[in-house]
């Protein structure tokens, strides 16, 4: 008789006994809606961890223009009526253990939790002012395990940062929730959203006088069209902003005339509105 179970992509180990063979039944939703319930007494925390001094032993340079960045989405989230708490020049550790603390807030009353980045990086980590840190190990406090006030509910990371040293050259073109959880097992990595300022592996650019080009975009985009739009279709604009409307400029002739394209990864399991 043929097994109709469900397998597992992964690699045998030896002497072991257990099989990578499991069973799977279908569950019924019962969710009441397709978006996330935005209409808590609160709207929710929006950190900003805002990097610019990096200590020498790191080899990083001084971010100049993050100030601006981070005043910009701190005027953006405030008008869209986040309480937002803006740290400055914060080390690995200081990072976690503000992010552990903050995921151990009552959030109930809070309809969702942003938080943001500025940093340097590279590819899977951001630098506090001494080193590195896997960006991992900072968003696994907000786990629907571990942060339960905030399971079912929307957890963006926004990252301004590089993620590698690749530069893109560009191409020419030819054309110019408690009722909705309620005895329900979610997965613990559902309805995080992750937004990085560039594609993996490339540079992120920032002008010293304006900001990031993401952090532009994004506050541009998030003020004209954050009670409209649907977070995907507000992030998918930003990308095509960036993309289209930027251009490095340096004397430098392998730094002149670069692209850059932001990158989303979602596992929100609905769709998320600003408005309710």
């Not at 995921?103 to 506090?128: A, P, T, Y």
Request: aromatic residues 10%; contains cysteine; negative net charge.
């Amino acid at each position: 008789m043929e097994d109709t179970g469900t397998t597992v992509d992964a690699k045998s180990t030896k002497n072991s006994g257990v099989k990578l063979f499991h069973g799977s039944k279908s569950v019924e939703s019962g969710l009441s809606s397709d978006s996330y319930k935005m209409d808590y007494p609160e709207m929710g925390l929006c950190i900003i961890i805002n990097n610019k001094n990096f200590h020498p032993n790191t080899g990083m340079s001084f971010r100049s223009g993050t100030d601006v960045d981070a005043a910009s989405l701190s005027d953006t989230f405030r008008s869209l009526k986040y309480e937002v708490r803006i740290k400055n020049d914060l080390t690995c550790n200081e990072i976690t253990e503000l992010l552990n603390s903050v995921s151990k807030e009552d959030h109930s009353q809070r309809s969702s939790f942003i938080c943001v980045i500025l940093s340097h990086g590279e590819e899977g980590v951001i630098f506090g002012t001494d080193r590195s840190v896997e960006l991992k190990r900072l968003t696994c406090f907000f786990r629907g395990d571990k942060c339960r006030s905030l399971t079912g509910k929307p957890k963006l990371f926004i990252i301004q940062a590089c993620r590698g040293t690749e530069l893109d050259c560009g191409v020419e073109t030819d054309s110019g929730t408690d009722e909705d959880i309620a005895c329900q097992k979610i997965p613990v990595e559902a309805d995080f959203l992750y937004a990085y300022s560039t594609a993996p592996g490339y540079y992120s650019w920032r002008n010293s006088k304006d900001g990031s080009w993401f952090i532009q975009a994004l506050c541009a985009v998030l003020k004209q069209h954050a009670h409209k739009l649907e977070i995907m279709q507000i992030l998918t604009r930003v990308n095509r902003k960036v993309a289209t409307e930027f251009e490095s400029y340096s004397l430098d002739i392998s730094f002149h005339a670069k692209k850059q394209v932001p990158c989303i990864m979602s596992m929100l399991t609905k769709e998320l509105y600003f408005s309710h």
